[in-house]
């Protein structure tokens, strides 16, 4: 089992930046890799940006790409999402979740944290 809980989420105005964290418990981090995913009003939840167990390998989605970096620290069990130029678009609740293989798919991930909300204003 593994428990994550996001954070950072917020208020900011287009062009801004935001960085969400994510804080993963119970089994061996660098085991699993690490996924964003987002769900905006009446919406399903998306697929935003994965990262491998170690790191090496990242993979985002077309909408985000260039924009948002994803990043771990295995040492400290965290996962990050840093956001830049944010767009209205980007507005949702950002999930953080945990995967046995490195995966685009919702599906793939057993393991979800609570949310965070993003709001971005324009």
């Known amino acids: 089992q593994v428990q994550l809980v996001e954070s950072g989420g917020g208020l900011v105005q287009a062009g801004g930046s935001l960085r969400l964290s994510c804080a993963a418990s119970g089994r061996t981090f660098s085991n699993y890799a690490m996924g964003w995913f987002r769900q905006a009003p009446g919406k399903e939840r998306e697929f935003v940006a994965t990262i491998s167990g170690i790191g090496r390998s990242t993979s985002y989605a077309d909408s985000v790409k260039g924009r948002f970096t994803i990043s771990r620290d295995n040492a400290k069990n965290t996962v990050n999402l840093q956001m830049n130029s944010l767009k209205p678009e980007d507005t949702a609740v950002y999930y953080c979740?945990?995967?046995?293989?490195?995966?685009?798919?919702?599906?793939?991930?057993?393991?979800w944290g609570q949310g965070t909300q993003v709001t971005v204003s324009s």
């Open positions: 979740a945990a995967a046995r293989r490195y995966s685009t798919t919702r599906g793939e991930y057993p393991y």
